[in-house]
Every structure is written in structure tokens, then in C-alpha cells.
């Protein structure tokens, strides 16, 4: 069974940082993409970043410059390292784990609350 744990989430005041992560396990496939989404209150469920185990990396415009994601391959787990945050930065981040190669398949984390407010 596959599960994807995250972690990190928590308040920060404008201007401040934070670091996400998402453990997964259970999964067999070797070649994967790990991605960082989130949803605000209202709002549709929005890309954030991506990283493959190819080393290949991607970001929303919104983010750039902001946020780093990265990937220990070795442990399964994705970080998002989130610096100068913004209010329009909060909502709920969820963790996407995929396979890039058939069979393909996806699998979503529970999320995590990130709030940024003074």
C-alpha cells in the first residue's frame, strides 16, 4: 500500500520560511516525479513544484526564487523549502507521488496547513 506522510506545515509570519516534506513508501516503480500542489480556501488545487529522480525540477511562476524543492532518493522523501512567504501563500499543501513510466500511476498525501499571517 502506498502512503505519503507530510510534514512541516505549521504558522509563519510574512517574511518567513518553512520546510515541507513527504515521506512515501510502499511503492515499487524506481523511476518517479514527486510534486508539491496546493489548494486555498475557494480556490482550485493549483501546482506548486516538481522534481524527478531524473534531477529535473519544476516551479509555478508564483514561487520562484522563493521556494527550493528537493528529493533524498535514497529515503523516498521530498522537501520544500519555503522562504519569504507571502499570505497569498497559505492553503493546504499536498504531496503527489508518479510514476514516469508505464504503468503510470499517481498517489496523493493527506496535505499539510501552511497559514501565514501576522
Known amino acids: 500500500q502506498v502512503q505519503l506522510v507530510e510534514s512541516g506545515g505549521g504558522l509563519v509570519q510574512p517574511g518567513g520560511s518553512l520546510r515541507l516534506s513527504c515521506a512515501a513508501s510502499g511503492f515499487t516503480f524506481s523511476n518517479y516525479a514527486m510534486m508539491w500542489y496546493r489548494q486555498a480556501p475557494g480556490k482550485q488545487r493549483e501546482f506548486v513544484a516538481g522534481i524527478s529522480t531524473g534531477g529535473g525540477t519544476n516551479y509555478a511562476d508564483s514561487v520562484k526564487g522563493r521556494f527550493t524543492i528537493s528529493i533524498d532518493s535514497a529515503k523516498n522523501t521530498v522537501h520544500l523549502q519555503m522562504n519569504s512567504l507571502k499570505p497569498e501563500d497559505a492553503a493546504v499543501y499536498y504531496c503527489?507521488?508518479?510514476?514516469?513510466?508505464?504503468?503510470?500511476?499517481?498517489?496523493w498525501g493527506q496535505g499539510t496547513q501552511v497559514t501565514v499571517s501576522s
Open positions: 503527489k507521488l508518479t510514476s514516469t513510466r508505464p504503468p503510470f500511476e499517481a498517489y
